[in-house]
C-alpha cells in the first residue's frame, strides 16, 4: 500500500521493492498524483494480484491504466470509484477472472467502453451496456455470456438490435442476481419500427424477482405480457415507465388515454381474468415506487380496489403528461363506488410525491392527506399552486421546509388545497405571492421557527382585532419580508404574534417608512400607549414598531426608512446585537440636531451601514458596546466626536467604496485606543493611509484592497515609519499601490501578503 498527499516524490525510489513483491494480493494507491505508467509497471511480476484500489490526488484529471495492468489475469477486483477523470480500458477483456470493475457513480459510461464485455464471464456488474455502439464487440449477444450478472444493468441503444437473430439472442437478463434493469431505445431516433420494438421488449424477459425496473422510449404498441395480463414480475418494488407509446399499461388501476380522435378510452387490462387474478394477489405485490414521465395521451389513472399495490407505494413521480386529469385520490371514474374519504386510505404509506408539468391535472384533496408525506412537490400541475414543496432541509436548522408560490388573482380560498394539521413539523415556511394566512391556520405550524413573505400586496394574518394575541402565539424566532407593499402597520401586527422573535429582515418594501420600537414585548396582551397611538395616527400606517427583544435586524433597499427619534429611537432595543442597513439612505435623517439623541441602543455590538447619504448624523451613546463598524458606499467622514466615543470598544473598522479622500482622519484615529483591525476596500479616492497609524499600538491586522490611488504610508521624518504594533497581518493588493512598489515596513510586521 501506497498513500499520502506527497508520495509520488519517493514512487520511483522503490521500483526495485516492488519488483521483488511478487506475492502482492492487494494494492492501493491512495493520493496517487504521478502517472500510472511510473509505478504499475514495477508490479509486472505481481501475478497473483487479486485487489487494486486507485484513489488519484485532486490535481490529477485523467488515468491511462498501462497495458502491463491487463496481464494480471488473477485480479477481480479494479476500484476506481473515486476516479473524477476519464479512464482509458484498452485490453479490460483479457481479465478473464475480473469480478468487480467499480466506477463513480456519476460516470456508468465508462462500463459502455467494454469491448467484447462477453469474455468477462464472471462480471457481477455492468451499469451500461450500449447496443451497436461499434461495428463489433457490442452486439446484445455478448450479455447471453455473462452469467454471474447481478446488480445493476442498463441496456441502451436498443433500436439498434436487428430482427434477424436479434431477438432470439436477448435471453441475457433472466439471472437470479439482477436487481435493477434499465432498457432504453435512442429518443432521437428517426427509424421507428412498432413491430420489431414490441418483439425485441417482448423477449427481454427478467427474471421474476427483480426489484427495479426502468422502460424508456419504446415505441411498440403494448406494454409486453410479462409485465401485463401474464404479470410475471409482480415483486417489483419500483416501475419507472418513460416516453412509451403504449396501448395498454401494467395492472395500476384503470388508466385512460386520449385516442386519435381526442376520444378518452380505457385502456388497462379489465378483463374477468385479470380481475381474478388481482383478487388472487396474482398483481403486483411490493410496488414501493411508481414514476410515470413523457405519457402525453395519459387523461385518467383511477383506482382500481382489486389492486392491492396501493397499500405498498412509498413514492410517486409523474412529470410531464400534459392531458392528465385525474389521479387515483381525485378520480370520478373508479370501477367500484367508495365511501367519502375511502379514496384517500389507498395511499397509507406514501413518503415522496411529485407533479411537474401536468397543467390540466384537476383539484387534488388537501395536501398532504397523511402525516407519512415527508418529501412534495407540485408545479405546473394545474391547481393554484405555481409551486409547492416540502422537504427536509439543513439551510438553517435540522427540520423540514415549506415553500408556497400561489398563481397570479389566487384568493383566500387558496389555503384550503393544504391540510396544515399535516404540517406541523415545519421548521420554515417561505410564502410567495400568496393571499394573506390566516393566523388560525399558521398557529397550526407548531415547531414553526423562520418565515419568509415574498411579494404580494398585504401579508395581514386574520382573524384579528379584539382577539387576545395569547391565543394566535407562534414559536417563530425568525422572519423575513422582502419586495412586500404591506405597511408598517401591518408588519408590527405580523410580528406581535411571535413572542420568541429573535431576528428580523426586511428588504424593498416602499410602504415601511419609519421605524421605531413598541413598547411592550411580542405576544403581550398590554394596550399601545398614547404616545404610540399617537405616532401610528401620524405615520399613516407607514410606521413599524419593532418588538423589544429583537437581536439582529437587516434593512435592505428601504430608501424612505427612518428612525423615528421619539420615545429614544432604537434604545428600546436592549437586546439588539446586530444591525445592518443597506441602501437606506434616510435612515437617520431625523438625528440632525444634537439635541435628538442617539438612534443605537448600548447593546449593539456590530453595525453597518451602506450607502448612507451623510455620516454627521452618527452618533452613539459614551457606554456604547459596538467593536465591528462596517461603513459601505457613504459620504462623509468619522469624525473626533463619534470615535471619542467608540475609544474604548471598538476593535474592528471596515470602510468599502468610500466616497471621501480620508475617511477617517489621523487625529480620529488615533482615538480609537482598542482597534485590532484596519481594511480600506475599493476607496478609489483613497490616496494616503490615517497620518499616526504606525503609532497605534493596537492594531494587528490590516488590508488594503482596490484602491488604486493610495500612495506610501505617511513618512516618518522622511523615511519609512516604523510600527509601533506588532502588525500580525499585513494584506496588500499591487492594483493598490500607485508608485509601483510597496510601502516599506519595520520587522514589527509578522506577516505581509501582497496579492
Known amino acids: 500500500m501506497l498513500f499520502g498527499q506527497y508520495h509520488g516524490s519517493f514512487a520511483k525510489t522503490f521500483c526495485d521493492l516492488f519488483r521483488k513483491a511478487k506475492a502482492l494480493r492487494t494494492i492501493i494507491l491512495s493520493g496517487a498524483s504521478y502517472s500510472m505508467e511510473d509505478i504499475l509497471p514495477n508490479f509486472s511480476e505481481t501475478i497473483h494480484l487479486r485487489y487494486l484500489r486507485i484513489e488519484p490526488s485532486h490535481n490529477i484529471c485523467n488515468i491511462n491504466l498501462p497495458d502491463m495492468l491487463f496481464r494480471f489475469y488473477h485480479l477481480e477486483v479494479i476500484n476506481l470509484e473515486q476516479w473524477n477523470g476519464p479512464i482509458s480500458i484498452r485490453h479490460m477483456t483479457n481479465l478473464v477472472k475480473l469480478r468487480h470493475f467499480l466506477v463513480p457513480e456519476n460516470k456508468p459510461r465508462v462500463h459502455s467502453n467494454i469491448s467484447e464485455v462477453g469474455k468477462l464471464k464472471l462480471l457481477l456488474e455492468l451499469r451500461r451496456f450500449e447496443v451497436g455502439k461499434e461495428n463489433v464487440g457490442f452486439e446484445l449477444s455478448q450479455l447471453a455470456q455473462l452469467t454471474e450478472l447481478g446488480g445493476s444493468l442498463g441496456i441502451y441503444n436498443l433500436e439498434k438490435v436487428q430482427e434477424k437473430g436479434g431477438v432470439n439472442e436477448i435471453r441475457p437478463i433472466h439471472r437470479n442476481h439482477l436487481q435493477e434493469l434499465t432498457l432504453e431505445w435512442g429518443m432521437k431516433r428517426s427509424n421507428r419500427d412498432p413491430t420489431r420494438e414490441g418483439n425485441v421488449l417482448e423477449n427481454l424477459v427478467p427474471h421474476s424477482d427483480l426489484r427495479d425496473l426502468c422502460i424508456r422510449g419504446h415505441r411498440g404498441?403494448?406494454?409486453?405480457?410479462?409485465?401485463?395480463?401474464?404479470?410475471?414480475?409482480?415483486?417489483?418494488?419500483?416501475?419507472?415507465?418513460?416516453?412509451?407509446?403504449?396501448?395498454?399499461?401494467?395492472?395500476?388501476?384503470?388508466?385512460?388515454l386520449l385516442d386519435e380522435p381526442r376520444v378518452e378510452?380505457?385502456?388497462?387490462?379489465?378483463?374477468?381474468?385479470?380481475?381474478?387474478?388481482?383478487?388472487?394477489?396474482?398483481?403486483?405485490?411490493?410496488?414501493?415506487?411508481?414514476?410515470?414521465?413523457?405519457?402525453?395521451?395519459?387523461?385518467?389513472?383511477?383506482g382500481n380496489q382489486n389492486c392491492g399495490f396501493f397499500?405498498?407505494?412509498?413514492?410517486?413521480?409523474?412529470?410531464?403528461?400534459?392531458?392528465?386529469?385525474?389521479?387515483?385520490?381525485?378520480?370520478?371514474?373508479?370501477?367500484?363506488?367508495?365511501?367519502?374519504?375511502?379514496?384517500?386510505?389507498?395511499?397509507?404509506?406514501?413518503?415522496?410525491?411529485?407533479i411537474v408539468r401536468c397543467p390540466n391535472l384537476r383539484t387534488m384533496p388537501p395536501i398532504p392527506w397523511t402525516r407519512t408525506l415527508c418529501s412534495i412537490k407540485i408545479a405546473e400541475a394545474g391547481s393554484d399552486f405555481q409551486e409547492l414543496a416540502y422537504s427536509s432541509s439543513h439551510f438553517r436548522k435540522p427540520g423540514y421546509r415549506l415553500i408556497i408560490?400561489?398563481?397570479?388573482?389566487?384568493?383566500?380560498?387558496?389555503?384550503?388545497?393544504?391540510?396544515?394539521?399535516?404540517?406541523?413539523?415545519?421548521?420554515?415556511?417561505?410564502?410567495?405571492?400568496?393571499?394573506?394566512?390566516?393566523?388560525?391556520?399558521i398557529q397550526m405550524l407548531s415547531s414553526l421557527e423562520y418565515i419568509s413573505?415574498?411579494?404580494?400586496?398585504?401579508?395581514?394574518?386574520?382573524?384579528?382585532?379584539?382577539?387576545?394575541?395569547?391565543?394566535?402565539?407562534v414559536p417563530v424566532e425568525e422572519v423575513s419580508i422582502t419586495n412586500s407593499g404591506a405597511s408598517g402597520k401591518e408588519v408590527?401586527?405580523?410580528?406581535?404574534?411571535?413572542?420568541?422573535?429573535?431576528?428580523?429582515?426586511?428588504?424593498?418594501?416602499?410602504?415601511?417608512?419609519?421605524?421605531?420600537?413598541?413598547?411592550?414585548?411580542?405576544?403581550?396582551?398590554?394596550?399601545?400607549?398614547?404616545?404610540?397611538?399617537?405616532?401610528?395616527?401620524?405615520?399613516?400606517?407607514?410606521?413599524?414598531?419593532?418588538?423589544?427583544?429583537?437581536?439582529?435586524?437587516?434593512?435592505?433597499?428601504?430608501?424612505?426608512?427612518r428612525i423615528v427619534p421619539n420615545s429614544g429611537g432604537l434604545q428600546r432595543l436592549h437586546s439588539l446585537r446586530e444591525l445592518s442597513a443597506y441602501n437606506c439612505p434616510n435612515l437617520l435623517s431625523s438625528y440632525s440636531g444634537s439635541s435628538?439623541?442617539?438612534?443605537?441602543?448600548?447593546?449593539?455590538?456590530?453595525?453597518?451601514?451602506?450607502?448612507?447619504?451623510?455620516?454627521?448624523?452618527?452618533?452613539?451613546?459614551?457606554?456604547?458596546?459596538?467593536?465591528?463598524?462596517?461603513?459601505?458606499?457613504?459620504?462623509?467622514?468619522?469624525s473626533e466626536s463619534i470615535c471619542s466615543l467608540l475609544s474604548t470598544s471598538l476593535t474592528r473598522l471596515c470602510f468599502f467604496g468610500s466616497k471621501e479622500v480620508e475617511p477617517i482622519p489621523g487625529d480620529a484615529l488615533l482615538?480609537?485606543?482598542?482597534?485590532?483591525?484596519?481594511?480600506?476596500?475599493?476607496?478609489?479616492?483613497?490616496?494616503?493611509?490615517?497620518?499616526?497609524?504606525?503609532?497605534?499600538?493596537?492594531?494587528?491586522?490590516?488590508?488594503?484592497?482596490?484602491?488604486?490611488?493610495?500612495?506610501?504610508?505617511?513618512?516618518?521624518?522622511?523615511?519609512?515609519?516604523?510600527?509601533?504594533?506588532?502588525?500580525?497581518?499585513?494584506?496588500?493588493?499591487?492594483?493598490?499601490?500607485?508608485?509601483?512598489?510597496?510601502p516599506e515596513f519595520s520587522a514589527a510586521i509578522r506577516d505581509l501578503r501582497l496579492f
Not at 387490462?269 to 381474478?276: C, E, H, T
Not at 409523474?318 to 392531458?323: A, L, S
Not at 384550503?416 to 390566516?438: G, H, T, W
Not at 416602499?510 to 398590554?526: C, D, F, H, L, M
Open 492 to 561: 408590527t401586527q405580523l410580528l406581535s404574534h411571535f413572542p420568541k422573535l429573535s431576528s428580523l429582515r426586511i428588504c424593498d418594501s416602499e410602504n415601511i417608512t419609519e421605524v421605531g420600537v413598541s413598547e411592550k414585548r411580542s405576544g403581550a396582551q398590554q394596550q399601545q400607549t398614547k404616545e404610540e397611538e399617537e405616532i401610528v395616527a401620524t405615520a399613516e400606517g407607514g410606521l413599524l414598531l419593532l418588538p423589544t427583544q429583537l437581536e439582529k435586524l437587516i434593512l435592505r433597499g428601504c430608501r424612505q426608512l
Open 596 to 638: 435628538s439623541g442617539f438612534p443605537f441602543p448600548t447593546s449593539l455590538e456590530q453595525l453597518t451601514l451602506s450607502k448612507l447619504e451623510e455620516l454627521t448624523n452618527l452618533s452613539f451613546s459614551s457606554s456604547s458596546r459596538l467593536h465591528t463598524l462596517s461603513i459601505d458606499d457613504s459620504s462623509g467622514v468619522l
Open 221 to 256: 404498441t403494448n406494454c409486453p405480457t410479462w409485465l401485463g395480463e401474464n404479470l410475471f414480475v409482480k415483486n417489483l418494488e419500483s416501475l419507472h415507465l418513460a416516453d412509451v407509446s403504449w396501448k395498454t399499461f401494467p395492472p395500476l388501476g384503470e388508466l385512460w
Open 311 to 354: 397499500f405498498h407505494l412509498e413514492v410517486l413521480i409523474i412529470e410531464d403528461c400534459p392531458e392528465l386529469k385525474e389521479l387515483p385520490f381525485s378520480c370520478s371514474t373508479c370501477s367500484q363506488p367508495m365511501q367519502e374519504g375511502e379514496k384517500l386510505t389507498w395511499f397509507p404509506r406514501l413518503r415522496e410525491l411529485k
Open 671 to 742: 482615538l480609537l485606543t482598542s482597534l485590532q483591525e484596519l481594511a480600506y476596500c475599493f476607496c478609489n479616492k483613497l490616496q494616503f493611509l490615517p497620518t499616526g497609524l504606525h503609532t497605534l499600538a493596537s492594531i494587528k491586522y490590516l488590508c488594503i484592497s482596490e484602491c488604486p490611488s493610495l500612495q506610501l504610508l505617511p513618512a516618518a521624518q522622511g523615511r519609512p515609519p516604523e510600527f509601533s504594533a506588532e502588525i500580525r497581518d499585513l494584506r496588500m493588493f499591487h492594483e493598490s499601490i500607485a508608485q509601483g512598489r510597496p
Open 453 to 473: 413573505i415574498v411579494g404580494h400586496s398585504s401579508i395581514v394574518l386574520w382573524p384579528f382585532g379584539g382577539e387576545s394575541h395569547v391565543t394566535h402565539q
Open 265 to 302: 378510452c380505457k385502456c388497462c387490462i379489465s378483463s374477468p381474468s385479470f380481475q381474478k387474478n388481482c383478487l388472487e394477489k396474482k398483481c403486483f405485490q411490493n410496488l414501493k415506487k411508481l414514476v410515470f414521465v413523457k405519457i402525453p395521451k395519459l387523461t385518467k389513472w383511477a
Open 405 to 441: 408560490h400561489a398563481e397570479d388573482g389566487a384568493d383566500i380560498l387558496f389555503w384550503n388545497e393544504l391540510a396544515f394539521c399535516n404540517f406541523s413539523d415545519v421548521k420554515e415556511l417561505i410564502i410567495r405571492d400568496c393571499p394573506p394566512l390566516p393566523m388560525d391556520i
